[in-house]
């Protein structure tokens, strides 16, 4: 009798994570949180820190053939920070690990600390360790960032209630497009090595890909204006997928409406060109690291007039499901595809 073969792509990256968390036992009373948001939070007398981990391979998550070095490590940086930035935490410290193959010079190592170090001045962390090892394949880099927040400040996935306005900042889908055209022009340069890319009319959405930016600014505003959301975490995986795990840890549903889903100019016109519809992109395009938020009612006030902040629909109960209001009115039950890695 051979013995069962589970293959992870039928599990999926989330119920592989459910499927090893099963397993894991919390003995430390300093552990308030594990497995199972943006970053884990750990007991530090009068606050808690708050810690995130994110691994990005070549070839996976980053080309060479189209991302500078100095983005990637700026890149490496940004998507950890955004984890802190999900549980309303500020960061301050990171560690940084790599796995370089025998092609990569001095210079090209320097080249990708270049962007780290920029990172760190751009959110204001220190890099205070890691390791590096070799590799036979590619380039790898592990960062762990280190956030800090007081007990009351950290915010969960579990708490949106019913009648919360779910938020949405910045625009949504570009960094997906930008992935599409950076694809496109590769293979057009593959075909034909004279033939220069053609990206000029294309810099916001390979910008939203090749150098995002976590939301700190928002983070510090909402400190600044009063307002603690009921529950946050950033849009790496695409926003219907993250909005499905709002909704199953806090047990609730969601309504989100089409006309009030953020997309700029750039990315709707070149997601048409791609022949690629603009909303798919924006609920299920990975790596535009922007929050997803939802907010007591008593606070819409207070954000109202915000420009980067979107009300895109409300909280409802679990019975009713999770649906997208198209602009003719329909009501479409979401389906969260997400960024597959398996």
């Known amino acids: 009798m051979s013995e069962k073969r589970t293959e992870i792509s039928e599990i999926g990256e989330f119920g592989l994570i459910d499927h090893l968390n099963e397993k894991v036992l919390i003995k430390n009373p300093s552990t308030i949180k594990g497995i199972g948001d943006d970053a884990a939070v750990i007991d530090a007398g009068e606050g808690v820190k708050v810690v995130t981990t994110d691994l990005l391979l070549e070839g996976v998550h980053f080309d060479l053939s189209y991302a500078p070095l100095p983005h990637v490590g700026f890149k490496a940086v940004a998507v950890n920070i955004s984890d802190i930035a999900a549980m309303n935490a500020i960061p301050k410290q990171i560690t940084v690990s790599l796995a370089l193959s025998n092609r990569f010079s001095v210079e090209a190592v320097d080249a990708l600390y270049s962007g780290i170090h920029a990172a760190c001045e751009h959110y ?47 625009d949504l889908g570009g960094a997906l497009v930008g992935l599409q055209i950076l694809e496109r022009e590769k293979q057009v340069y593959l075909a034909n090595p004279d033939m220069k890319p053609d990206l000029e009319k294309y810099g916001i959405v390979t910008g939203r890909q090749l150098k995002p930016d976590a939301r700190m600014d928002i983070i510090h505003e909402l400190r ?13 995986d695409g926003l219907a997928s993250e909005i499905f795990h709002i909704c199953k840890a806090s047990q609730v549903g969601a309504t989100i409406y089409e006309d009030k889903l953020p997309i700029d100019k750039q990315t709707f016109d070149t997601a048409v060109e791609l022949n690629l519809d603009p909303i798919t992109c924006v609920l299920n395009g990975g790596e535009d690291y922007e929050l997803l938020f939802t907010i007591d009612q008593k606070d819409f006030k207070k954000l109202e007039k915000h420009p980067d902040i979107h009300f895109i629909g409300h909280i409802s109960k679990p019975e009713e499901g999770k649906f997208l209001v198209t602009k003719s009115g329909t009501a479409v039950q979401l389906k969260a595809q997400g960024w597959k890695h398996f």
């Open 124 to 170: 204001g962390v220190d890099l205070v360790g890691g390791d590096t090892t070799a590799s036979r394949g590619g380039l790898v880099i592990s960062i762990t960032a280190i956030g800090e927040a007081k007990k009351d400040q950290i915010v969960y996935r579990n708490g949106a209630k019913e009648n919360d306005i779910l938020c949405a900042t910045g």
């Open 224 to 236: 600044e204006l009063g307002v603690k959301p009921t529950s946050m975490m950033d849009i790496s």
